[in-house]
């Protein structure tokens, strides 16, 4: 595959995701033109060598690529379709929604867009340390030749999933974020168990992580409630979106789904306590809280948006 470091990228929203990915794409070579209502990461990236547009729209209308990376659906819809931005691209380009969005949204934008305009959904996992890193998993949505198309782009951040046709990349995504929201929820009530019987939690921590109980949440996740700080670079806001997103796609089903049930009211029991804008391990420490007890652990553990 022929890589074209030519083309100019287009990239909105450079939060705790979006900066390292722009920035990872800039030290790749390519003409990286970047918005955000936020100056400092603009400022910061424009010492890397990126163009800072002076309108939103400015990003769509000198792109061959444009690349997008907002907290949630509605700020999608706000700026392709409020803002003007889907219908400011030019022939030929294309779109990467990488916002874990909603698959019939994607959809629909898809059929708004200018005609030779390509839409493609590649939500992404891995937390900030693996946008930093260049070693996300990306959930590539779209016709064959569209995936093809954008393989060039985003081989650069990390592994890329081709998951079939546009909008299935959401899906898969949620269906991981599913998961880890259950075993986040799971993770403060296992150490609770043990601790109330008079095992220490750092012996609790290696059996988990060397047994049955070891999962990429254990091992990730759990350092920031050993530190203390939950985690303040994914919120319970964007759990409870995602939750939600979850279960609306659980709406073509005839089961229930208790343990996803369960999960999302253990995150909302949270969020009533702490508030939305914590962080997403909250939820953990909510049942530190009504047991008086705590998951603070002596170690190195560095955060991940610093690793």
């Not at 022939?91 to 059929?111: G, H, P, V, Y």
């Not at 998993?137 to 064959?144: I, V």
């Not at 369960?262 to 009504?290: M, P, Q, S, T």
């Amino acid at each position: 595959m022929t890589i074209s470091f030519d083309q100019n990228i287009g990239f909105i929203g450079v939060g705790n995701m979006g900066f390292p990915m722009a920035l990872r794409l800039i030290e790749a070579g390519y003409k990286v033109t970047v918005f955000d209502l936020n100056p400092e990461p603009l400022e910061q990236l424009s010492k890397a060598g990126a163009t800072v547009a002076k309108h939103i729209k400015e990003t769509a209308e000198t792109a061959d690529i444009l690349l997008t990376s907002l907290p949630r659906p509605d700020h999608v819809e706000r700026v392709m379709v409020t803002q003007e931005v889907l219908t400011s691209l030019p022939a030929d380009s294309l779109w990467i929604d990488l916002t874990t969005n909603r698959k019939e949204f994607i959809q629909e934008l898809a059929i708004q867009a200018p005609d030779n305009v390509s839409v493609a959904d590649s939500p992404v996992t891995g937390a900030v340390d693996g946008a930093r890193n260049g070693k996300l998993t990306l959930f590539l949505g779209g016709d064959p030749e569209v995936r093809t198309r954008s393989l060039n782009v985003l081989n650069h951040l990390g592994r890329v999933i081709e998951c079939g046709e546009l909008g299935s990349g959401n899906v898969v995504k949620l269906v991981t974020n599913q998961l880890w929201f259950i075993a986040a929820a799971a993770l403060g009530e296992g150490f609770a168990l043990g601790m109330a019987n008079g095992v220490d939690l750092a012996v609790l921590y290696d059996a988990i992580t060397d047994s049955v109980g070891d999962s990429f949440v254990a091992r990730h996740d759990a350092p920031s409630i050993f530190a203390g700080h939950y985690d303040p670079s994914f919120t319970l806001d964007l759990c409870l979106k995602d939750l939600g997103l979850i279960s609306e796609l659980s709406s073509v089903l005839s089961s229930d789904l208790p343990m996803t049930e369960a999960a999302h009211g253990a995150f909302n029991r949270a969020a009533a306590r702490y508030g939305n804008e914590v962080g997403e391990l909250h939820v953990a420490k909510r049942i530190e809280d009504d047991e008086g007890i705590s998951f603070r652990l002596e170690g190195d553990w560095v955060p991940p948006w610093e690793q």
